[in-house]
């Protein structure tokens, strides 16, 4: 089935981590290429959190999405939580992503109840996306999901329009190769 205007969502942090796990990361200049082989992708929004002050690795890699890929770059402040061992009742605080599921599912949201798109693809697993997809499934629109396997709600799966893209599936196609 034809996609039509296509808008992408990612979700930064759910693939940050699914690339750790897998041991490779994923090269976006090839992800769109590879996408736009089912049609054009029209816009593309990735949702991020970043530390305060950023890293010179993060300032990089948003500016490159910005500026050579001209994706559209939502970035929130890393948020703290405290963490408490139930052996020890030691605690620590460790930074934790705060507002990228909001501010992607809104803006998918909006876009869709606007109609600036026929499908969305989803890049992530997180459960918290399910009643967006539905939502805007129930507007008569399409929704695709790609995420890695481990990181992939069943849920959401099941509620995708097409065949979910599995990224542990397409590293050939996707690595980056290391410089």
């Not at 993060?58 to 939502?74: A, D, I, P």
Request: net charge negative; aromatic share 10%.
């Amino acid at each position: 089935m034809a996609r039509g205007k296509t808008i992408c969502f990612i979700d930064n942090a759910n693939i940050f981590h699914g690339q750790q796990e897998a041991g490779w990361r994923i090269d976006w200049e090839k992800f769109i290429k590879y996408l736009e082989r089912e049609g054009e992708i029209w816009q593309t929004h990735i949702f991020a959190s970043e530390h305060n002050p950023p890293s010179p690795s993060e300032t990089n890699f948003y500016q490159f999405l910005k500026e050579e890929l001209r994706w559209e770059v939502s970035l929130y402040p890393l948020g703290l939580r405290t963490i408490t061992c139930i052996s020890c009742d030691h605690t620590h605080t460790v930074p934790a992503e705060k507002g990228v599921d909001v501010g992607l599912a809104t803006r998918m949201l909006m876009l869709g109840i606007n109609q600036a798109y026929e499908t969305a693809i989803l890049v992530a697993g997180d459960r918290d996306y399910l009643e967006t997809v539905k939502f805007i499934k129930g507007l008569g629109l399409r929704v695709e999901v790609i995420a890695w396997r481990h990181g992939l709600s069943d849920d959401l799966s099941d509620e995708s329009s097409a065949h979910v893209l599995h990224f542990d599936e397409l590293r050939k196609e996707l690595e980056m190769k290391r410089q």
